[in-house]
């Protein structure tokens, strides 16, 4: 059963240590890693926010513009990652005319900045600069993650304003029983949090994410990084997630508050009970066409999670597209590509 | 346009992170070696193998404790057992709470002890976690040999460590008092915040 003799063992323990000398210089010659790698232009800004339009890679893209809003949590550089794993390229090619909120990196300045700045202000500012320059009474909406919920919560608000609503791995039912960051924070002190530190930082969002499987993601992957340490193109593509992983913003604490307490601990988007500047959020506002997509094997967003919109959206017009991946695959894997963004592009056209 | 680097610049790549784990994976291969040279011997002499394995794993266990008990008596080996708890510390540390003895200035002592105490729980469902790990590992090479499977490489013996310890923590992480625990002890944490002193 244990095939490895002494000497095997000792020779496999002297090849690594080969390799990671090596493979330590190679490491150290790569210089600045590079993400976000299509052409864009700034078109509007506000606070920190900039809101960006990807240069299309038709002669005439489609009329109705799409915007993406990307999670608070983490950076959106992940939806264009690299030459080869980049949705946004996968949307462009099909025609679409793509826009994204950078929502910066929140400061001491913005620690008062609510869900209702992000959504009735931020998102909604992008949404009415895209119908004025696009002349549209509505515009095509793709929310990510989190930002799925945030965009769920402004199209319950402003359904007139949105032609098309797709949510990607988007939490719609925070208290499904596998959902484990429901389970982590359901016996943190939110306002205890919030009121001490102001904003919440980073790097506590990434011991939480780490926490969830330490052993893989603080320590295994990197004894498997030595394998490919030859390869200086497969090190940088394991350097781009790594940066993506680390470049954790800072939440602005009002707004990280009221997604902690309302959505995670007390699960109020599916009870329709969420209120944003006085406005309660009825996902049976939510009637224009929905697209929600999930991967099957998210661990940080279950599909029950997502699947939960079904039951209480007013769309008449819902469809599903699963994929069978995990949480970060859905954006960076082969498969995704090839399948996602052809996918959701196609269901957009045909509406 | 490429986006190079942000504010904050989190693009440089921390290669102490991969040397941490190679000198991790190092110890771990020494630690290792006297279970297949006993595993040869054994077999070379017809012996009870299941009996060798059994004895392996009561050592590693006893290693185990002594390296929680000592972080600072072999830290390479350590860290096999302490990934989780080494993120957190950093995470803490971010908030300005280390690990020192002693609480950071301003701090409330109280807050400071309630945290320390804390922290030490969290050490013990980790151990504990560690531990079965351990037992999850020696039954699931047990269940490999009479199935007339054999681990090809040290690798393959890692990948399953890693994979037992993956199990056994997620076992705990999923209950109920695990999330209590890490409820409380972040609460703890932000208790021993010197308030001012926000990272952000």
């Known amino acids: ?351 | 346009m490429a986006e190079r680097t942000d504010p904050p610049d989190p693009s440089g790549f921390d290669i102490e992170l991969l040397l941490k784990q190679a000198r991790t994976y190092l110890a771990f291969g020494q630690q290792l070696q006297p279970l297949s040279e006993r595993f040869h011997e054994t077999l070379g002499q017809d012996g009870d193998w299941g009996e060798a394995l059994r004895q392996h794993f009561d050592q590693l266990k006893a290693a185990l404790a002594r390296a929680t008990d000592d972080p600072n008596g072999h830290p390479d080996l350590t860290r096999l057992w302490t990934v989780t708890l080494d993120t957190w510390r950093q995470a803490a540390a971010s908030l300005g709470v280390s690990t020192a003895l002693a609480p950071p200035a301003g701090a409330n002592a109280e807050a400071w002890r309630a945290y320390q105490q804390l922290q030490g729980q969290y050490l013990d469902g980790l151990r504990q976690a560690a531990r079965d790990a351990l037992d999850l590992m020696e039954q699931r090479l047990s269940e490999r040999a009479m199935a007339g499977a054999m681990v090809e490489s040290l690798r393959e013996l890692y990948n399953l460590w890693v994979e037992c310890n993956e199990e056994t923590y997620g076992r705990m992480l999923r209950s109920l008092d695990y999330a209590m625990l890490n409820g409380r002890l972040l609460n703890a944490l932000v208790s021993c915040h010197v308030r001012g002193d926000a990272p952000t």
Not at chain 1, 233 to 246: A, G, Y
Not at chain 1, 274 to 296: E, K
Not at chain 1, 303 to 325: H, I, K, N
């Open chain 1, 1 to 351: 059963m244990i095939g490895p003799t002494p000497a095997q063992i000792t020779e496999e323990l002297r090849h690594f240590q080969a390799r990671l000398t090596e493979g330590a210089r190679t490491l150290r010659g790569l210089g600045p890693i590079e993400t976000g790698v299509l052409p864009r232009d700034p078109v509007y800004q506000e606070d920190k926010l900039v809101l960006y339009r990807y240069r299309p890679r038709v002669a005439e893209p489609h009329p109705v513009p799409l915007l993406i809003v990307y999670a608070l949590v983490n950076r959106p550089y992940m939806m264009d990652l690299q030459e080869d794993r980049s949705l946004i390229r996968g949307l462009l090619d099909a025609g679409l005319d793509v826009y994204l909120i950078d929502w910066g990196y929140p400061d001491a300045g913005d620690r008062h900045l609510s869900l209702a700045d992000y959504i009735l202000r931020y998102i909604g500012h992008c949404v009415h600069h895209l119908r004025e320059h696009h002349q549209r009474d509505s515009i095509n909406l793709a929310g990510v993650c989190q930002g799925g919920a945030l965009s769920l919560c402004f199209t319950a608000l402003h359904p007139e304003k949105i032609r098309n609503l797709v949510t990607m791995v988007t939490p719609v039912d925070f208290h499904t029983p596998d959902n484990v960051l429901t389970h982590l924070i359901r016996y943190v002190d939110v306002d205890l949090l919030v009121d001490t530190l102001g904003n919440l930082p980073g790097q506590l969002l990434n011991f939480t994410f780490l926490s969830l499987s330490p052993f893989r993601l603080a320590g295994q992957k990197y004894v498997d990084l030595v394998d490919i340490l030859d390869d200086a193109q497969t090190v940088k593509n394991f350097l781009r997630m790594e940066k993506w992983i680390f470049d954790s913003p800072d939440q602005a604490g009002e707004a990280f508050r009221q997604f902690a307490k309302d959505f995670f601990q007390q699960n109020k988007l599916v009870k329709g009970d969420v209120v944003i500047d006085g406005q309660r959020v009825d996902l049976h506002n939510v009637t224009m066409p929905v697209l929600n997509v999930y991967a099957n094997q998210d661990h940080l967003v279950p599909p029950a999670a997502s699947r939960a919109l079904a039951g209480c959206c007013g769309s008449r017009d819902y469809s599903e597209l699963s994929f069978e991946g995990g949480h970060i695959g859905i954006y960076v894997s082969g498969r995704a590509q090839r399948k996602i963004p052809p996918a959701i592009a196609a269901w957009l056209l045909a509406r």
